[in-house]
């Protein structure tokens, strides 16, 4: 398996993206500039131009014609896929952190960290069909959890919100009344900060990544813990097989801490896990840097990895990753 090496970021990655098709792949970093590639080949398609900050998340459009990014400049953006075309701009009283389009495509939720003396949000937009009547005031605004909030996702029928950050609980939000209706339980949940996100194909359940060295998997309606995946290092990012039972974990050390370990080597693996037993099945190596983000091709024949050290590794599996048994 030989991977595609994708340059164009000239910092660090945040987030990957791939397309309901399957055939574009965008991905964020720290440069102010979200990129779209061919799934297929990673040949670079363009570039979004417009934000003036680290951009840490982002989100497609089921029909691939819209794309939505979060920006540490405090803005959240709508694009045009195709033309990279600026359709609407967000704006808040802070940074901008977790994106996520609702089934159907006429809301969206954006969460925002803390900033000054302001407490993180969670805001729910609605996104018009025409870009011309679009508005910026949100639908709900929900507030409660301490320190930022990494991710929050739409739960199944768009009527919950799920969301877990720095505070190391996930709970449940509904999305019409902005009540709280759940928070893990705190024996079995993270112990430190859950980094990532990802929810399964179907919607059923979700896997959290965090810096407690390890993985999770919930259902996503009862919050029960149904499996845990630990691993060596910090977690920072999380993807789950659509084809086969695997969960991927990348990770690596706090990016101060670098510089102490052997850098020569791409030591930074993105890790396999048998989603069902918990137990390792392989490694993809290569990254000089930490993995900040992974995302599985929705036809789970691919995935790509994001690193600290600025590339985009797109990995086509052989046939012999089909027939893996333990």
Not at 12 to 17: E, G, R, V
Not at 28 to 34: L, M, S, T
Not at 81 to 92: D, I, R
Request: hydrophobic content about 35%.
């Amino acid at each position: 398996m030989r991977p595609i090496l994708m340059k164009g970021h000239e910092r660090p990655l945040t987030f990957l993206k791939y397309n309901r098709d399957g055939d574009l792949l965008f991905s964020c970093a720290k440069d102010h500039n979200p990129t779209v590639w061919f799934a297929d080949n990673g040949e670079r398609l363009g570039t979004y131009r417009g934000h003036n900050g680290a951009v840490w998340c982002c989100d497609v459009s089921r029909d691939s014609a819209r794309l939505i990014t979060g920006s540490a400049d405090q803005t959240a953006k709508l694009w045009n896929v195709q033309t990279g075309q600026q359709l609407f701009t967000f704006n808040f009283d802070s940074p901008a952190r977790a994106v996520d389009f609702s089934v159907g495509d006429r809301l969206a939720v954006i969460t925002t960290d803390p900033f000054m003396e302001l407490s993180s949000a969670i805001h729910v937009k609605r996104i018009a069909n025409d870009p011309a009547d679009q508005v910026g005031e949100s639908a709900l605004i929900l507030k409660g959890p301490q320190g930022r909030i990494n991710r929050a996702v739409w739960g199944p029928l768009n009527r919950t919100i799920i969301s877990a950050g720095e505070d190391a609980v996930i709970r449940i939000w509904d999305s019409e009344t902005g009540k709280l209706l759940k928070e893990n339980d705190k024996e079995v949940g993270h112990k430190k900060t859950i980094t990532s996100l990802a929810k399964s194909v179907d919607g059923s359940h979700f896997l959290t990544g965090s810096l407690d060295k390890s993985a999770k998997l919930w259902d996503i309606r009862t919050l029960t813990l149904i499996k845990t995946y630990v691993t060596e290092r910090p977690v920072n990012a999380v993807a789950m097989s659509p084809l086969l039972d695997h969960v991927v974990l990348g990770g690596g050390q706090d990016a101060s801490a670098v510089t102490t370990t052997d850098h020569r080597a791409g030591k930074f693996e993105a890790k396999f896990y048998d989603k069902v037993l918990q137990e390792e099945i392989g490694g993809v190596k290569g990254h000089f840097g930490p993995i900040n983000a992974l995302a599985f091709n929705p036809d789970g024949k691919s995935f790509s990895s994001g690193g600290e050290d600025g590339y985009v590794r797109l990995h086509h599996f052989d046939s012999d990753y089909f027939n893996i048994k333990i």
